[in-house]
């Protein structure tokens, strides 16, 4: 099945909604049961391995996944714009996924166990491996530390 990640996207947002109701979000990640593998496949197409492992939540236990971390563009354009409304706008550019599902010791019926798997969706800026990425993820931690050591001095 071919999916037009661009469209796909849209979609997504469009059922967030914009205004005071919205759940409209710029910073996060999608779990989307896909249980066919219909989603996965698709973003298989078109993959890059990504050196890096991160975001990996869905990979500890009660989950499990033997799927390394990848990543994908959503199309050959500059970008797609998010709109959240009062919230902000970003620009994406790509797709970082990876497939789990329950772990056989997890406390979940075992039918879940038997059938159910998911797609860990995160959509980014740009591709891990660009420059620009980690430049941001750099940043980004940085920043991160700065905060906890101002915390750290206001407890005092």
């Not at 660009?130 to 991160?144: A, P, T």
Request: with cysteine.
């Amino acid at each position: 099945m071919y999916v037009n990640f661009e469209k796909f996207v849209i979609e997504l947002y469009k059922l967030l909604g914009k205004g005071k109701e919205s759940k409209c979000f710029l910073a996060g990640s999608f779990i989307i049961r896909d249980d066919d593998e219909q989603l996965f496949n698709s973003l298989e197409r078109d993959n890059r391995w990504v050196p890096i492992e991160s975001h990996k939540r869905f990979k500890k236990y009660p989950w499990i996944s033997k799927i390394k971390v990848r990543d994908r563009r959503i199309s050959n354009t500059t970008g797609l714009e998010l709109d959240c409304g009062e919230r902000g706008k970003r620009i994406i550019r790509s797709i970082k996924y990876y497939q789990f599902k329950w772990s056989p010791t997890s406390k979940v019926p075992n039918k879940m166990k038997k059938k159910a798997k998911y797609v860990y969706l995160k959509l980014e800026r740009s591709l891990s491996t660009e420059f620009i990425h980690i430049l941001h993820v750099m940043q980004s931690k940085k920043k991160k530390n700065n905060r906890k050591k101002m915390e750290r001095i206001q407890k005092r």
